[in-house]
Nanobody
Framework: VQLQASGGGLVQAGGSLRLSCKASGIGFSIFGLNWYRQAPGKQRELVAAITSGAITNYADSVKGRFTISRDNAKNTVYLQMNSLKPEDTAVYYC?????????WGQGTLVTVSS
């Protein structure tokens, strides 16, 4: 099982990035998919989630700015991040959660400069 996250980088405040996470080795379509982030000195927090039925949920801090989506044909989950703020700076991790198991990607760094 592998979750490969990509798309992080350095962006100015107000800019956009799109993160991708491609999964292999799992029955992708039946898993709930999540994006977490961890800023320096802080605990990991859930940013966005999408169920196998494509129901989405967001942390209050990113509502209206971030959009999570999934493409089951490509085994990929995305996180479109708009209107980025310096406080969005963190390592972003993708997560696939089934009824009995969970898998993590390696993380991708997002840095938002002011």
């Amino acid at each position: 099982v592998q979750l490969q996250a990509s798309g992080g980088g350095l962006v100015q405040a107000g800019g956009s990035l799109r993160l991708s996470c491609k999964a292999s080795g799992i029955g992708f379509s039946i898993f709930g998919l999540n994006w977490y982030r961890q800023a320096p000195g802080k605990q990991r927090e859930l940013v966005a989630a999408i169920t196998s039925g494509a129901i989405t949920n967001y942390a209050d801090s990113v509502k209206g700015r971030f959009t999570i989506s999934r493409d089951n044909a490509k085994n990929t989950v995305y996180l479109q991040m708009n209107s980025l703020k310096p406080e969005d700076t963190a390592v972003y991790y993708c997560n696939a959660r089934g009824s009995m198991t969970a898998y993590w990607g390696q993380g991708t760094l997002v840095t938002v400069s002011s």
